[in-house]
């Protein structure tokens, strides 16, 4: 019956096509708004390192001063750590891999006397950084465990930034000039643009990942400052940045370590929770124990990374789809009280009550899944203008794409529609007395 | 066949009530072709849609083929009205975007018949009103007399016992009409029970039995032709086959 349903349907739709096709546009219209915006939303919510999310965990200690807590709603724990905790927090080998990580921006002298310098960010990190975030390579590989400890002047680059200076070809083993240190190439990165720069995620977890990756261990020899954030509620002194950073509680440095198992996670907690207490005997970590580990999603919405507005706007564009759908039940009410003789004819003929009801029912969600194909088609459109500006240069995946399972929402918000446009008129239609419109066809 | 003792139906618009059928008693037998006149108004209508359960009432007791019909749910009154009854109705109700062969499919869909079965019915009714050649001509495509022929096939291949017909000829000229009465009556002599209501006296005197029906109720009948009481419509019905 359902086939034949459906074609009882198709031959409705085509036997009023303007007003068939009113209907497929306002439900076309209210689920490629309703697609596009929780595409957006489900894009920026969703696990941006899968498989590897709950491993990766964000350390964080509470050095922050005795009288005013960092965070007085939550009582969380500053987001950064100071230089010397960082150091003891690297001792450990209890995690799998572990990075400590900061920004700085360095000038770059190209090779050619064609291009003149420019200032680039950089971060500073170590060389676990580049398996622990799945970071692709194009050409080499990140630097070795031993040009961390010595530390080597090697630095691995973004393609974009490989294209500038050596036109795309393998530069692994090149020589590159930042600020006053020849560097040489080991790696070149593949074009790469997380949807959410999990590395960084306290400052703008939508920014593109820097151009230039060097060891953390160059900042002193170097004499580096970090560009990001740095916070203190210490007095500082000194004439360079490390100086001031040694000589007081300064928060600026991020750090991940990886676990394979919650039993390293928990050793490792344990070791953090171990120098705090000793370093509480020194004087310092005043306030209450308050250590944490954060997995990645957690992380995420503690920081409430995705923005309260994709949510915000993900939820006003299902409303719009209702508003859409409310709006077309008019249409459908006149379509079917239309033909309310014919009803009666198959009432006469014995078709019941759920007969007809479901009869209409399918013509509207036939009209629905019509609409949801459409409207898919214009999400389609929304989502590629959208990505037009979004997109960073040289990276081919997009980042806001219809996944299947979009794919399979964006279906069910065309039933969805259908069902809410339909049931009302569909009742309307199959509780008309048969006997009414039978003298009238 | 069909009983009806004491039915009263009343229709209210706002604070008017207007009794359609007052007492209305009636037994039509099985095989019996039974014919309905009166004037406007009377209630000729409402009978034959309470007597095909289209339309409730209030007040009495409706036996259908032995069955107590007068409190039924939806399901069971579609199934009643499907596999029991035929409507012939003087407007001839198809459905105006099938053509002929769908228009007489539909109320063998609603029985759930297998496709091949439906095909079987389809043509041989088809073939009974002398339409194969029109088979798939949408109404518009077709006179009121071919199309009045259609709806009669959609009754054939339903194979109701009851077959209950508004005016069937009241849109067609008389060499039409006199061919549907015609078909009526061989229908009736192949056992199944008909009960028509018109306005023609020609027609009306063709029947076993005509009644007059004034102010929603039966107030005369005549017995035009003898039915052969001796016989059933199954009975009827088997020696047509």
Known sequence: ML??????AWKSVRRNPILSFLIIAGIALGVAVSTSFVTVWHVLAKDPIPGKSDRLHYVRLDS???????????NAPPPLLTYQDMRAAMKSDIPVRKAAMAQTALYVYPGSPDQRPFREAVRLTFSDFFPMFDV?????SGWSPAADAKPEAVTVISSELNERLFGGRDSVGERLRLADREFRIVGVLAPWRPKVLVYDMSQNPYAEPEQIFIPFNLFEPMALSATGNQITWTRVDGNTFMERARNSEMIWIGMWAEFDNAGQRQAYLDFLNAYVNEQKKAGRFQRPLNNRLTAVVDLMEEWEVVPRQAKALAVISLLFLVIAALNLIGLFLGKFLARASVVGVRRALGASRRAIFLQHLVECELIGLI????????????????????????????????????MLAAIGFALLAGAIAGVYPAWRICSIPPARHLKNQ | MLKMENITKIYRTGLVETRALRDFTLEVREGEFVTITGPSGS???TFLNVAGLLDAFEHGHYFLDGADVSRLSDVQMSRIRNEKIGFIFQSFNLIPDLDVFDNVDVPLRYRGLPAKERKERIESAVARVGLSSRMRHVPSQLSGGQQQRVAIARVLAGDPKLILADEPTGNLDTAMAREIMDLLEQIN????????????????ARAHRQLHIADGRVIDFERVTPFPLNRTGAESRQAAR
């Open chain 1, 3 to 8: 086939t034949h349903n459906l074609w009882l």
């Open chain 1, 64 to 74: 922050w001063d005795p009288v005013q807590p960092w965070d007085e709603e939550d």
């Open chain 1, 136 to 140: 692709p390579f194009q050409y080499g």
């Open chain 1, 371 to 406: 609409g949801g194909a459409c409207g898919l088609l214009l999400s389609l459109g929304t989502l590629a203008l959208v990505n037009r500006y979004y997109q960073p240069a040289g990276v081919e995946e997009k980042f806001f794409t219809l996944d299947p399972g979009m």
């Open chain 2, 43 to 45: 209630g000729k209508t």
């Open chain 2, 189 to 204: 002599e192949a056992g199944t029970t008909i009960v028509m209501v018109t306005h023609n006296p020609e027609h009306a």
